[in-house]
Each structure stands twice: as C-alpha cells, then as structure tokens.
C-alpha cells in the first residue's frame, strides 16, 4: 500500500520538464507543443483531483475521472504534432 512509486511516476515530469527547459537550449523547433502537452496533464491531474465537484456540477453527466482520460489524451496529440513540424534549430 505504499503510494510513493505512484505519486514519483505521477508528479515527478511536473518538476522535471520545467527544469529542463531551463538547463537545455531546445535542438528542434516545435519546443511549445512540449509546454502544450504539460499544460494538458496538468489539467487531466486537476479534473481527477476535482473528480466530485465536477460531477455535480455537470448535473452528474460527467465525472472528472471521466474528463481527465479525454485531457490526457490531448498529451500524445500535441507531441505528436511536434514530431510532425519540428526542424532542426541551426546552432551560431
């Protein structure tokens, strides 16, 4: 019952990401579409924290359990069309 490994794999890129985007000049362009996808976790970690205020208030049609898969799958959209546009960044 120990949650550790869970809250590691689960928080752990929340911090990661920002870190290396500061430490690390971007090599490709397309860099935005990592911050999109960030932005899309987080909100899928937001509606499964706020799983009952969202139910009742969508007149329970929809819970944020439900609402955090459709946001979290906006995650591989927005890198994969960063695969998709990126260029290689020439270096001065």
Request: proline share 8%; with cysteine; glycine share 4%.
């Amino acid at each position: 019952d120990d949650l550790r490994p869970y809250f590691l794999v689960q928080f752990l890129p929340l911090i990661c990401i920002p870190i290396l985007f500061i430490t690390y000049p971007p090599k490709y362009s397309g860099q935005e579409h990592i911050l999109i996808s960030l932005f899309w976790y987080v909100m899928a970690k937001v509606c499964e924290e706020k799983d009952r205020e969202i139910y009742i208030m969508s007149g329970e049609r929809v819970s944020g359990h439900s609402l955090k898969h459709v946001l979290a799958g906006f995650v591989p959209f927005s890198l994969s069309c960063m695969l998709i546009v990126r260029q290689p960044l020439i270096e001065e």
